[in-house]
């Protein structure tokens, strides 16, 4: 294969990847404006990967997504760390 068509063929890969991940947006809501969320204390799951996994809006835009409002977060003992709390996400009902 040429370089010219590597190039191309890894461009559109790109192209896809992009399309694929959601843009997050510097008005879109972060970590900390959660209700409960203690700065400077591990996550167990990455932002915003949680947000999309929930189906919190604007992070998940499809059918049966929730508002942003319903996203809590509290302190959870973590056993394999010596009971060293991380922060867990869930909704509330």
Known sequence: M???KTAKKAKK???KRAESAPKIR???PSREDVPGYSTGVPS????PDVAIALHVEPFYQGQGSV???RLRCHLVP???EGNRGKNDFYLEH
């Open 2 to 4: 040429s370089a010219k």
């Open 13 to 15: 890969t790109a192209k």
């Open 26 to 28: 510097r008005d879109w």
């Open 44 to 47: 167990y799951a990455r932002w």
């Open 67 to 69: 508002p942003f409002s």
């Open 78 to 80: 973590d056993p394999t």
